[in-house]
């Protein structure tokens, strides 16, 4: 597609329900970053992938969150159990190589009450 | 702790002036800044950048200076429009494979 994809634009979920988010990247685009925006906070990097491998999850707040790539294009972000802290946007960003600018989606925006 | 810092939370300036939007970040390793633009409701966009080997960038009305000594950078945008009434994020990284370290933001306001 012409640009990073992401859906759905807005989740509301109860405390203690799973969430997945998608982010389908620019296609041919290598790295895949997904990052975490709390109300008037810059964004909060989540992990990072290149290609299918998940090269760094230093940014994972809890084992309640997880991603995957499996096919190194659609990356998913699963919150298990979610708390009211996960409330945030969730930005996946993408470039083509694995240096250079990013280009982000519009976010995902996740309401836990 | 906080490795880049953009301790004004806001900016207003009037329309064809010049704004300056500061950016202090704390991490020596990093060797590449970018600053993102974005809008309500939608992601950041890219709007420059700058390498640790150079001190300015220029590109139309806009300009980044980098003072590396003070650990330092700043964006400039001459003249100021309304259409550049956003949130602006400082960013930096330290090279190939890494992630975007951002700061915290600026609201830019231009007044008509």
């Known amino acids: 597609g012409a640009g990073v994809s992401q859906s759905p634009r807005y989740k509301v979920a109860k405390r203690g329900q799973d969430v997945a988010l998608r982010c389908d990247p620019i296609s041919g685009h290598v790295s895949l970053f997904w990052y975490q925006q709390a109300l008037g906070q810059g964004p909060e990097f989540l992990t990072y992938f290149q290609n299918e491998a998940q090269l760094d999850k230093s940014g994972l707040p809890s084992d309640r969150f997880f991603a995957e790539r499996p096919e190194g294009s659609v990356s998913t972000l699963k919150i298990q159990r979610t708390q009211q802290e996960d409330s945030a946007v969730y930005l996946c960003a993408s470039r083509f190589r694995t240096t250079g600018e990013l280009f982000f989606g519009e976010g995902s925006r996740l309401t836990v009450l | 702790d906080q490795q880049v810092k953009q301790n004004s939370p806001s900016l207003s300036v009037q329309e064809g002036r010049i704004s300056i939007l500061n950016c202090d970040y704390t991490?020596?390793?990093?060797?590449?800044f970018l600053w993102y633009k974005k809008y309500p409701a939608e992601g950041p966009t890219f709007l420059i950048s700058?390498?640790?080997?150079?001190d300015k960038n220029e590109d139309g009305r806009f300009t980044v200076f980098l003072n590396k000594s003070a650990k330092h950078l700043s964006l400039h945008i001459v003249p100021s429009q309304p259409g550049d009434s956003a949130v602006y994020f400082c960013a930096g990284t330290t090279g190939a494979n890494s992630k975007l370290t951002f700061g915290k933001g600026i609201t830019l306001s231009v007044r008509p």
């Open positions: 700058i390498s640790s080997i150079k």
């Open positions: 991490n020596s390793m990093f060797d590449y």
